[in-house]
Structures are given as C-alpha cells and as structure tokens.
C-alpha cells in the first residue's frame, strides 16, 4: 500500500496570495466610499480638502475652520507639524461608483507592491550580503561558541535581554521593521543556547509588537494619535506604562514557560519536524565539534557589525531615518568588512551577492504583502468598513463602547495596517463619540492602541510573514503559538480598558 503524502501548510506566498484574492473580491462586495480629506498648507496658511470625488479647495487656516468642519483639534498642532498627514472630516462619508479590483489589478498588485517597497527590499538585500561576508570568514561560529560558554545555564537571560530591548525601542520611537536587520545574527545565538525559532521570533517580534501596542511616547502611534484626537500624548500616560509593564511580565512567562517545555523535551518544539531545514539555513557552517579560532581580525568585525545596531537606533530616534538612511549605514558596514574579510576583490563581492541572493524569498514576501494594501486602497473601501464602525459604536451605552471600539480597532488594524494612517484616518471622527456617552477621550486612544496593537501579533498584511520567512517558519506554526498568547492580552486590555474608563 502506497503511503499517503502529509500535506503541508502553504508557504508564505501561497498564504498571502490568498488573502489577496480575497481582498479583491472584498472590492467587489463592500460597497466604495470616501471621507473628505484635509490637510494643512504651511505655506498658504490653508486647510486644502480633498472631496470623495477628488475635487479639490481650500479654506481658511484658522481654528473657526476645525470648528465649522466638527474636527476637535488646536490649530497649532497643524502648524507645528504634530499632523502632517491628511485627516478626515466627520461626517463627511459619501458612497462613491464601485471600484471592484479584477483579475489584472491582482496580478499586477504584486509588482507595484515590490516597488512601493524596495527602500525595505534594498535594506534586507544589503543585510543579507553583511551576512554572508561575515558567514564566510567564520566570524559567527567563533563568536557563537565563545557566547555559548559564557551564558551556560543563564540561556534565559538572552530571551530577556532582547525581548526587553525591543519592547523598549518599540513603546519609545515605534521599532518595528527596522527588526528585520537583527534575525540573521540572533537567530543563530538562539539556537546555539538550545531555544528554537519560534523563540527567537517570540524574543524579537513580541517585544516589538507588545512595546508598540502599549506604546508610551510612539510618536507613530499614541502621540499621533492623541493629537488626532485634539488631546495631550502625555494624558494617561503612567497608566500605559503600568499597563506596559504588567503586559511584559505576562508575555515573558508564557515564552518562558514554553521555553522550558521546548528545553526539557525538543520534540515539543511546534518548529521540530523543521528543525534541520532552519539549522541548515542558519548553522550551516557551524561545527560544535571543531574549536573556532576567535580571532582578532573575526573580533573586529562582528563588534563592526554590533555597532551598526545601536547607529541605526540613534539615527531612527533621534534623526528621524528610515530604510534610505539605514540602508546607507549598512553599506558602509559592508564595504568595511569585506576589506577586513581578507577575501580577494573577487571573492568578497561574489560572497555578498550569494549572502544577498539568499534573501530573494523574504523580499518577494514583502512586496506581495503590500500588493494587498495596494488593492483595498484601490478599490475604496476602508473607508466604508469604518464608516460602518461607526454606525455601531454610536448607538452604544458607555458600558460597551470602549470594549466595542477595541475591537473594532482590532479589525480595522487588517485593513489599515500603518498605525499613524488608522490613528490620523479615524481619531478625528471616533474621538469625539466619546463625548457623547460620557467616556474620557484618553480611554479611545487606548482602544486605538491596543486595539491595532492585538491585531498586528497575527496581521498578515503587517510584518509577521515577512519574519516568519526570515526565520524558515510557517504561519500556522506561529499561530499555534501565539493565538493562546494572544487570547490572554485580549481579555487583559479589555481589562485595562474598563479599569481607565472609570478612573
């Protein structure tokens, strides 16, 4: 008898070309429909707005305008550029001639997708190559086994260590996709101190996500948010950083307990049955059996490669980059390791481009995962599925509406991925319902965060393929270990929601 075949989970791709088909029979279903736009001209001191139609005038730049127009928002955090991004005007929703995306815009989504994305496509191209000049000459397998003796039996700090750091730069300045760059050199770290993939991306996404969705001074989040929403970012804030902190303790005890099941029994791990295809991709020349020589000339060029980490950080936060700027820096970084390599001319470029080559999958998963923004953009009908949020929350009793409005967040955080364009897209128009039923403006900016913030723990439209291809994991996988995870923030947000509604 011939043995059955086990089927497999579909690839990244497969998945996202799914919801992509979906998406586009979506533009075919909800009706489309706009809010008029308005964005403030600095130079002419007026607002311009955008009609649902695409007709285009101005107004006067002075406060009696956001009055007349409903938007609860002080004129000067327009002109001090604390809302640069277009926002809509309550009330201004109108159906508009349906714009259904058919075969051809799903086909040819995926490519404008990659060329809206190829500042993140160049960054991830370059990093692939610093790898793989550093892979070449060994500097890893030495610097790993000399980590691997010094952290034995303190392997859980590591966990810790980064989880906490990305939590920090998440909650902060907003780290999210810039944590792209630190899977190929902690993920092999990982490995070595006995954890597998999943607690890696666990490490490193979670702390991002958990650090983003209680964001505290975010200016991509809660600061855009709470100016949207004509409030001070620092009203409430000790209660999201309490909030913050209860949520860190909660996610480290489960990686924990995981881990610890994983350390006691491998084949528990959710990733075992892929364990030689992932140490293959990432310790491929790694043998712990040979005593790596770890020398000067390896030394000199991993603390290079460190130090790019904390450049790239300062330079976010404090200089406002981005994958243009970041992509420089890494650069830079490697054209200076492959003149450390040793490697001839000849080599050193050879070995980049094969480093770079190796990441041909992770990219094509990025500009596929923006094709899908790209066809619901297109097809007009964010606007609608808020519109129809609204609809329901504004009938609400003050009992329901800050829970009902997290979980509409949640939802809209599918169809809006990009935290400032869902903070400056419905602040203005959800911020003011609150009035209505007597709950604290602060309390809907907490919804919006954490709302969004859940959400992006499993959004493919967001980062999460994207990393999961980086680390060789399927989605399923990763939805079996978090979807637990994720049930446990949600009924403590809710909780934390109700709790700020009535302090």
């Given amino acids: 008898m011939t043995k059955s075949k086990k089927r497999s989970f579909p690839t990244a791709f497969t ?76 009330g201004t929703f109108t159906k508009i001639k349906q714009q259904p995306q058919g075969f051809f815009d799903v086909l040819i989504a995926p490519i404008k997708g990659t060329m809206e994305t190829i500042d993140i496509i160049i960054f991830v191209l370059i990093l692939g190559g610093i790898i793989g000049i550093i892979n070449k000459v060994g500097a890893f397998d030495a610097g790993i086994a000399a980590l691997s003796k010094k952290t034995k039996g303190k392997e859980f700090l590591l966990v ?59 200016p991509f989040s809660v600061v855009i948010a709470s100016n949207a929403a004509g409030i001070s970012f620092t009203s409430g804030i000790v209660f999201r950083i309490i909030a913050l902190l209860i949520a860190c303790f909660i996610t480290l005890l489960y990686m924990y307990k995981y881990a610890k099941k994983v350390s006691n029994d491998p084949t528990k791990s959710l ?59 890494f650069l830079g970084i490697a054209i200076l390791l492959m003149f450390l390599s040793g490697l001839s001319e000849k080599e050193a470029v050879g070995t980049f481009i094969s480093g770079a080559g190796e990441l041909i999958g992770v990219i094509l998963t990025i500009g596929l995962a923006r094709s899908i923004n790209i066809v619901m953009d297109n ?4 606007d609608t599925i808020l519109n129809y949020s609204i609809e329901i929350i504004s009938q609400m009793n003050s009992g329901f509406f800050a829970i009902v409005q997290m979980i509409i967040f949640s939802f809209l ?24 039923v007597g709950v604290s403006r602060e309390v809907v900016v907490n919804a919006y965060n954490w709302g969004q913030g859940l959400m992006s723990f499993i959004t493919p439209t967001g980062l999460i393929l994207v ?30 929601l109700i709790l700020s509604a009535y302090l």
């Fill in 15 to 90: 998945v996202l070309f799914i919801i992509l088909i979906f998406a586009s029979i979506l533009t075919f279903v909800i009706p489309s429909g706009r809010f008029s736009r308005l964005v403030y001209n600095s130079t002419s001191n007026e607002f311009n707005i955008t009609s649902p139609e695409n007709v285009e005038s101005s107004l006067p730049g002075t406060q009696d305008t956001l009055n007349d127009l409903k938007i609860q928002i002080k004129l000067e955090q327009f002109k001090n550029e604390d809302i640069k991004k277009p926002i809509a005007i309550p």
């Fill in 379 to 382: 097809g007009l009908i964010s």
């Fill in 271 to 329: 990733v075992y049955e892929n364990k030689d295809q992932i140490h293959q991709r990432f310790l491929k020349d790694f043998d712990p059996t040979i005593e790596a020589v770890f020398t000067t000339r390896k030394k000199l060029m991993l603390a290079i490669f460190a130090l790019a980490f904390p450049v790239m950080i300062w330079g976010v936060a404090a200089n406002g980059w981005w994958f243009e700027e970041m992509s420089a820096l």
């Fill in 413 to 436: 955080g599918f169809f809006i991925p990009s935290s400032s364009g869902l903070a400056v897209l419905t602040m203005p128009i959800m911020a003011p319902l609150a009035d209505t």
């Fill in 160 to 218: 810790t260590l980064v989880f906490g750091l990305t939590t920090l730069g998440g909650t902060t300045f907003g780290l999210a996709e810039e944590t792209i760059a630190f899977y190929p050199i902690l993920m092999p770290i990982f490995l070595i101190s006995g954890f597998d993939a999943i607690t890696c991306i666990a490490a490193i996404y979670m702390g991002s996500s958990i650090g983003t969705m209680f964001s505290t001074t975010n």
């Fill in 467 to 496: 990393t999961l291809e980086m680390a060789e994991t399927t989605f399923n996988k990763w939805l079996k270990y978090i979807l637990p995870l994720m049930g446990i923030m949600a009924v403590y947000s809710i909780g934390m």
